[in-house]
């Protein structure tokens, strides 16, 4: 299940590459058959839509309108949005995954009764499976994750969101998600790749077959083939700077408050305990590896299985820096929500309520985080502080170690870009053999992470 972070350092070169190999004749061949599909007359009378309804793709990919091939520079968007999802987006082969092997032995493995491509407990993520009547014309659900999905039903807007007069806000008014906010667009993501009240991955999907959910905003935004554009300094200035170390420090923040209002939910349901929410490795390792553990000792009873902090491991440094008030509150939360979970037999009540407590003390947090400063300074203190956590990383064992590693990868990358020093330092280097560490979870050696740790506090110094 691990190799899914190397996939995804790997991926955003190979999309690189897709762009840069398709040909042009190929290109345009494919746009003219999109376009003759997308424009057909509408089977709907725009007038006549209403805030709320969903009408699918097509009809968002007419050539004037977001369907053209190249990037045109009439309004202040791409318009070759439609294209670069259909070709290049991965979320259109979201639906296609239900039909495989893989997904039919999950089904079995969930005794679902009937297709995962038919059951509503997988169609939720991976397609636009919204009710019947809220869809202004029957969907096309093999569309998979379409733009509605992320940008909210268009009932309401796709008439007059191209007015003259019409703004962003006024669409956000109509139903539009207010994706240019980080803190929307990292619940819009979390949706379905963390889970919400409709949706989730837990253990049993997980032991069912189903992949681990990790998502972190920056990262995944960057593999993702941006139809969006570039975030220029105006945007910047405007505060509309959504990408690198802020995307980041937001998503993190927004990340573990939703897990936490999960953990919650879960904890008052009949799946508890959910052993989704625990270090996947104090149950899953070959005991012929099992030394150290005795060795670090146990805080609680020896031999129970902990609480995983992945999501905290990392933030802990990013509210220290930027809501220092807030950090002891929350260390010392956390840690009665590790405890109970610990001792396994906690009334579920008294989880779900401290898990509750932690997601309040964010609603804190996030909004300074939003407003807070992040410059290039600040990101290198934060990799200082990450690189020289290595006792407490390690203690948390190899879930945690993953987000310090994608945390240390995006907010390198981060500065890097102005910062050509750096990225010359050999750095990248560096962090590859951090991915290296991670690869195989089971043969991770502590002390040769705590080397490759070193050499980045040498070069971060
Ligand atoms: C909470 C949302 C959610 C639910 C529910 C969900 N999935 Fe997924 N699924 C995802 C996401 C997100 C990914 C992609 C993960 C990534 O690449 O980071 C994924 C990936 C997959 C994959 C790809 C596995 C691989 O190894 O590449 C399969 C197959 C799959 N899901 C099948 C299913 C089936 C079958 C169900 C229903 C029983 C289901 N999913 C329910 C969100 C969900
Ligand atoms: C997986 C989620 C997702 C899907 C699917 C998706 N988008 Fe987006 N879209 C985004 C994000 C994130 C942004 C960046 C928002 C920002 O910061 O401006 C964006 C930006 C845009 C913008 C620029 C808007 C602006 O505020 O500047 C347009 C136009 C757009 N998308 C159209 C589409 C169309 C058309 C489709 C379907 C063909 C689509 N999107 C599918 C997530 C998505
Ligand atoms: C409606 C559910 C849904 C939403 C909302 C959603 N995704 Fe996804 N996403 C999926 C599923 C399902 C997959 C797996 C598709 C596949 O592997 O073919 C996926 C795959 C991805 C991948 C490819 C991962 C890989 O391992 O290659 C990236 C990157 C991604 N999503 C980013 C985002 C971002 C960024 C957002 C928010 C702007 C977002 N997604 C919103 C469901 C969703
Ligand atoms: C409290 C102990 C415990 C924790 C924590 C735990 N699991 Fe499991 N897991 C089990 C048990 C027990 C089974 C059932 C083994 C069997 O099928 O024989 C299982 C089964 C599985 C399976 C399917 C069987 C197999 O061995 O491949 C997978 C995959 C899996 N778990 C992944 C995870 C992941 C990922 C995490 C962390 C997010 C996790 N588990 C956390 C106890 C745990």
């Known amino acids: 299940m691990k190799t899914l972070l190397k996939q995804r350092r790997l991926l955003a070169f190979t999309s690189l590459i897709l762009t840069t190999c398709f040909s042009v004749a190929a290109i345009v061949q494919l746009a003219e058959q999109t376009q003759a599909k997308a424009e057909r007359p509408e089977l709907f009378d725009?007038?006549?839509?209403?805030?709320?309804?969903?009408?699918?793709?097509?009809?968002?990919?007419?050539?004037?309108?977001?369907?053209?091939?190249?990037?045109?520079?009439?309004?202040?968007?791409?318009?070759?949005?439609?294209?670069?999802?259909?070709?290049?987006?991965?979320?259109?082969?979201?639906?296609?995954?239900?039909?495989?092997?893989?997904?039919?032995?999950?089904?079995?493995?969930?005794?679902?009764?009937?297709?995962?491509?038919?059951?509503?407990?997988?169609?939720?993520?991976?397609?636009?499976?919204?009710?019947?009547?809220?869809?202004?014309?029957?969907?096309?659900?093999?569309?998979?994750?379409?733009?509605?999905?992320?940008?909210?039903?268009?009932?309401?807007w796709i008439a007059r969101h191209t007015e003259d007069g019409e703004t962003h806000d006024k669409s956000v008014e109509a139903g539009m998600v207010d994706l240019r906010n980080l803190v929307t667009r990292s619940e819009a993501c979390l949706a379905c790749h963390q889970g919400n009240t409709q949706k989730s991955v837990g253990h049993e999907l997980i032991a069912a077959g189903h992949p681990v959910l990790i998502f972190e905003l920056d990262n995944y935004s960057a593999v993702m083939p941006a139809h969006w554009l570039p975030f220029t300094d105006k945007r910047k200035k405007q505060g509309e700077e959504t990408d690198g170390a802020r995307a980041w420090a937001v998503g993190q923040a927004v990340a573990f408050r939703e897990g936490m209002l999960q953990l919650a939910r879960r904890a008052r349901s009949e799946d508890w305990p959910d052993f989704s929410e625990m270090k996947c490795y104090t149950c899953h390792h070959t005991l012929k590896f099992g030394a150290w553990r005795q060795r670090r000792g146990y805080k609680l009873k020896a031999g129970l299985p902990h609480w995983n902090p992945a999501r905290y491991a990392v933030l802990r440094h990013l509210v220290k820096t930027l809501v220092p008030e807030e950090r002891a509150k929350l260390d010392e939360q956390v840690e009665s929500l590790a405890d109970y979970i610990a001792k396994i037999n906690t009334p579920p009540e008294i989880v779900a309520k401290t898990a509750t407590g932690v997601a309040q003390t964010m609603e804190r947090v996030i909004p300074k985080i939003m407003q807070a400063k992040v410059d290039d300074a600040l990101t290198i203190k934060l990799v200082r502080l990450i690189s020289n956590d290595v006792p407490y990383l390690i203690q948390a064992e190899v879930d945690s170690i993953e987000q310090a590693v994608m945390a240390i990868n995006a907010l390198v990358s981060s500065t890097a870009r102005s910062n050509p020093a750096l990225a010359k330092s050999g750095i990248n280097k560096t962090i590859n053999k951090l991915y290296k560490d991670i690869q195989d979870p089971e043969r991770f050696d502590r002390d040769q992470f705590a080397d490759h740790m070193a050499e980045l506090q040498r070069l971060v110094k």
Not at 69 to 87: A, C, D, G, H, I
Not at 114 to 142: F, M, T, W
């Open 46 to 156: 725009p007038k006549s839509l209403q805030k709320g309804q969903y009408l699918g793709a097509a009809s968002c990919a007419s050539s004037n309108c977001h369907g053209s091939v190249k990037p045109r520079n009439v309004y202040n968007v791409k318009q070759n949005e439609y294209f670069t999802w259909l070709k290049q987006d991965k979320h259109t082969q979201a639906y296609n995954l239900l039909l495989s092997k893989k997904s039919a032995r999950i089904a079995v493995n969930m005794h679902i009764n009937g297709k995962p491509y038919e059951s509503a407990k997988c169609l939720d993520c991976h397609a636009l499976n919204v009710p019947k009547n809220v869809q202004a014309r029957p969907l096309d659900i093999e569309e998979g994750v379409s733009c509605e999905s992320c940008h909210g039903p268009a009932g309401g």
